[in-house]
């Protein structure tokens, strides 16, 4: 089974800084990875697909690069509606495994 | 405009069984591969299960392979997960996610906004 490690598990940062997240893969997965948001009490909603490709709609500071066993997902200026916990996801193979996520707090 | 919504989720005592579905519509269900995911109360996300779009490939977590059933039903545009020999750590929210395509591997979309379903007794 692919592992998906993501880091960090919690990060506090001020409006307008630039957020960064990693995942690594414990294999490579190509670029079959997505990028989630989930918000308290609603379901994930996903923002980036295939590593780097932003879904329809999502704003342009959300961000992913990486491709292989290393990932990374950037907010390059952090707004108060970014408040939300995110997980990748592989889905190079069955399982198709989450990240652990990363809870993003406003300092 | 896609629509997901989940049902049949409520409480269930360890051991029994329960059944859910999700009602699509919005798009051409026979067209793309379907995934269930879950989330315990205060955890992340835990991919449980995938079929593709004609229901030939199906995979499960090894953590409910054996006691869980997924399906689909083309003619009533639904998804369903047959949940047996429930245990308290299948407690969670129940999420349906559409797939990118009709294959499994190609990530998700459109996701609903889950059933909850308790183990309890």
């Known amino acids: 089974d692919v592992q998906m490690t993501q880091s960090p598990s919690s990060l506090s940062a001020s409006v307008g800084d630039r957020v960064t997240i990693t995942c690594q893969a414990s294999?490579?997965?190509?670029?079959?990875l997505n990028w989630y948001q989930q918000k308290p009490g609603k379901a994930p909603k996903v923002l980036i697909y295939?590593?780097?490709n932003l879904e329809t709609g999502v704003p342009s500071r959300f961000s992913g690069t990486g491709s292989g066993t290393d990932f990374t997902f950037i907010i390059s200026s952090l707004q108060p509606e970014d408040i939300a916990t995110y997980y990748c996801?592989?889905?190079?193979?069955?399982?198709?495994?989450f990240g652990g996520g990363t809870k993003v707090e406003i300092k | 405009e896609v629509q997901l919504v989940e049902s049949g989720g409520g409480l269930v005592k360890p051991g029994g069984s329960l059944r859910l579905s999700c009602a699509a519509s919005g798009f051409t269900f026979n067209r793309y591969a379907m995934n269930w995911v879950r989330q315990a109360p205060g955890k992340g996300l835990e991919w449980v299960s995938s079929i593709s779009s004609s229901s030939n490939y199906i995979y499960y977590a090894d953590s409910v392979k054996g006691r869980f059933t997924v399906s689909r039903d083309t003619a009533k545009n639904s998804l369903y997960l047959q949940m047996n020999s429930l245990r308290a750590e299948d407690t969670a929210v129940y999420y349906c996610a559409r797939a990118r395509r009709y294959d499994i591997l190609t990530g998700t979309d459109y996701w609903g906004q889950g059933t909850l379903v308790t183990v309890s007794s």
């Open positions: 996801q592989q889905y190079d193979n069955p399982p198709l495994t």
């Open positions: 295939d590593a780097s």
């Open positions: 294999q490579d997965i190509g670029n079959y």
